[in-house]
């Protein structure tokens, strides 16, 4: 057995089970060892950003880490900035990087880099196996690392001589951790000053979101708390049946502005809410003046039971409010990002997954489609555009019984369109969908907040991508995907209704007409 | 006048002329000061990656920093692997990444991440403007670092506030400064050595590869030296009237046994030759035993005077050999590798540049177009696929009155094929050349190097890009580009003509039969 047999043995005894992969020669003895570990599925993307992204997908929901294969320093350059939108979802990935040869690390040749520095602002757990004999047992802690609580990226770096060289030393079985669970006193103390507040609020962060989390939010909610959640979060179960908390305004002034008056803010699983972009003269922590702030559970706690908890000691009803079905009217004519929504509501099938990469277009579609079937909702939680096709990736490897479906900006999509060919490639269940307005939409209304007035000649240059528009049917034939066009509403509710209603993937090109 | 105004009018008076841009919302302040700058080009590319690469061709061609526009943490990482490789080719970058606010980074907002960390392996010199008073001054010397000698990547951190406070500071023109000459004693001590050594060899790196380089190596080469450089060069001037050294082979066991025997290697700004990978048992060191190593001049030095300097100093001739003019013969039938560069080699119109990304067919075509009319050849420096359509590029925005040749493998192009919109939006005198093999052919090499015999079931799905084939042509056109597919000899023949012959963009398909 060599160390990368090891390594491949000690991922999988660990539940491990997925590998999206963009290897190169340091990487090859691990290439070599997947013809011997048969539970080990291999998934070639094009590019190391769809193989984070993937992965991070795949975490979100399996709520089990995937890992990647990724070629030295500038194949995880590649995939950072999906490995930081998961570290910001607290996903639990295994981030393999290949690097040469201990003895040739010195010799700076030419792929050679710091892959340490690259790697630790997108990684909780970042260790290099410097022998083939601890290459596993470093594989079994990863897992361990990435799955928390918090979850996320454990980058393990792989230098090629411990991954061919012979070992006898395979990674122990490692059990997972529950999060810990607040203190009683906590809750008490949080009850009394809930009970005192006059306009309460919880904040729910990614780690809250699961159905119990919603269920006890809802509790507290039918309590006279308002619920909100973080603009961005990893994952939220909703649509008909399901508490649907607000969500936290994107824009600082106007977030301040929809907590006026809020004496009290309660958190669970995040932090102190922050605006995404500082302005001149804009509040930048979105906590209104003598707001008191108590954290009932911080990210790596049981946020979830923390919340049953606090409803329990205010005495909160049993059961609260949740979402009823309420499918949209059938869209007709302009074909704008509501009446996508609309579609959307009527077609989206039980337990769907959607992977929201939309930007402009996604909040309104986001906001239609709150009384669809139940679903879960993937959001972008880095800001890192780009993640929407490889999300989906990993969401439809990991559910395959589920029909996925990718919300894209053009210029998001843009950013790792070769994601289109590992979907035709994997005949994996998603309906991948292109916003195109042919402009970075959102940076024309950030460009009119930095009060220069209208773009001029060169600024409009970086803002529009029309000149030429992107032909995402073409784009989608090139890597081996069916695809359509939708010019309005009716069109975009036929294309829907029969993708959303039938197996196997295609792209429908939205072409946005506001 | 605000922090970016003063930035884009001190870069343009230090001759910075073009920005290879993907901004966001942190950098909306310095899009709109474009339009307040006219000498500034803005190129616009749909993927951080592409804009790198092309700041990289543009700084081969230029002899001068383009500057980016890279947004926060995610969009420098995007770019990373591209500023890896011009770090490995020496090109002067200055590298501009936005950040959040000073006052608003220890908010840690979703977008934030240490960008020190993720810009230092891939960067010279990396600094933050915290004012906007330092941002001008700090820009300088961004343009300063960069130039060198040795020239590479200078990262300037601009944080929002520091672009949009108003500020009264330009930063001063600065002039650039010549490489230091090594002293008369290393030339005399090294020409006494190479008088003596029965088998010397010159081995030469990018620094050294000017014209003037060259014609110094060649009466090197008639007195009796031979001249290699390294396997990977930034820019090599090459073709009929030039003198062509021989390429450092890439494989180190055949590279030890073609040095066999030579007893004195003189570095001519490059650094002791080492293997690209280390192999099991394989050497690493590229120094044959008992062979002294000397260096000339270092890479920050005149290494070409130092050459002509050396020359001399032998007793050298004045003139030494150079390339004739040699044509291959028209591709007929089979349509392979050693066919393309024939064909090349045909149609390569004088002073034409060719961005090389084509990896295992790079080396035949590299080969057949030796004696092509005179023109320069980019190479890949660090390893990191997907470099050849951003370096083409940049080479095409530097140099407008040149054509420009794109090769690359399907896998390297994969990488950065949103490249293709941005030479059709820019209207560049490109042609870009797929090779269409569908595999990662260089790894299934790779992998029968690990001795682990055929690939298995599982391994095949990493190393081949067949099932389903990229249809490079509908990708072009999906990004706006017109493009013909080739299947033979001859149509390819034809294609280059026609392509090569005129002006403007457009891709070829090279549909490779071995």
């Known amino acids: 057995m060599n160390g990368a047999e090891a390594l491949l043995k000690t991922l999988c005894d660990n539940g491990v089970e997925a590998c999206f992969a963009n290897p190169g020669t340091s990487e090859m003895q691990m290439v070599a060892a997947l013809d011997r570990e048969p539970r080990m599925r291999p998934v070639l993307c094009l590019f190391e950003g769809v193989a984070t992204g993937a992965a991070d997908g795949y975490g979100r929901m399996a709520g089990a880490p995937a890992c990647t294969l990724l070629h030295l320093g500038p194949g995880l350059s590649n995939g950072s900035a999906n490995l930081h939108n998961a570290r910001r979802a607290g996903t639990p990935i295994v981030n393999l990087v290949g690097d040469h040869a201990t003895y040739h690390q010195a010799n700076d040749a030419p792929l050679a880099s710091d892959i340490h520095s690259l790697a630790r602002p997108v990684s909780l757990w970042c260790k290099e196996a410097r022998t083939a004999d601890k290459l596993a047992p470093l594989a079994a802690e990863a897992v361990a690392a990435s799955a928390g609580p918090p979850g996320g990226v454990a980058t393990l770096i792989v230098p090629a001589d411990a991954a061919w060289a012979e070992t006898a030393t395979n990674g122990p079985i490692l059990h997972r951790r529950s999060p810990p669970i607040a203190a009683d006193k ?52 909703r649509g008909a049946g399901r508490f649907a908390p607000d969500r936290m305004l994107y824009f600082g002034e106007m977030a301040l502005a929809d907590l006026a008056g809020v004496d009290l803010m309660v958190l669970a699983g995040t932090t102190k809410p922050v605006a995404f972009f500082a302005y001149p003269a804009m509040p930048t922590v979105l906590v209104p003046e003598g707001c008191a702030v108590e954290t009932l559970a911080p990210a790596h706690e049981d946020a979830a039971l923390a919340l049953s908890r606090l409803a329990d000691a205010i005495g ?32 989206l099938p039980e337990n769907a997954v959607v992977s929201d990469d939309a930007v402009t277009a996604g909040l309104p579609i986001y906001m239609q489609t709150r009384g669809a079937k139940p679903h879960d909702w993937l959001m972008l939680t880095g800001g890192a555009i780009g993640q929407g096709i490889p999300v989906a990736i990993g969401a439809a490897v990991a559910a395959p019984d589920r029909k996925v479906v990718s919300l894209n900006g053009d210029g998001a999509g843009a950013y790792t369109a070769q994601g289109l060919w590992t979907i035709a490639r994997e005949d994996l269940d998603v309906t991948v969908v292109v916003f195109a307005n042919h402009a970075y939409r959102i940076l024309n209304l950030e460009f009119a907040r930095t009060g220069a007035g209208r773009p001029g000649a060169q600024s409009r240059k970086l803002l529009e991508l029309a000149d030429p528009r992107i032909d995402w049917v073409s784009l989608a034939k090139g890597f081996g995907l069916p695809a359509v066009r939708c010019t309005d509403g009716q069109s975009l509710d036929k294309a829907l209704a029969r993708s959303l209603g039938q197996s196997g993937p295609q792209l429908i090109e939205v072409a946005l007409s506001a």
Chains 1, 2 share one sequence.
Do not use: C, W
């Open 186 to 237: 906590t809750i008490e103390a949080i009850a009394a000053k809930f009970r005192a507040a006059k306009k309460p609020v919880v904040l729910m962060g990614s780690p809250a979101l699961t159905e119990a989390g919603l269920s006890a939010a809802s509790r507290l909610s039918a309590a006279g708390a308002r619920v909100i959640m973080d603009t961005f979060v990893a994952r939220l179960p």
């Open 316 to 347: 909160a009803p049993l059961v609260g409010p949740v979402q009823g079905y309420h499918a949209g009217a059938p869209p007709k004519g302009e074909l704008n990002a509501y009446a996508v929504g609309d579609a959307l509501s009527r077609h």
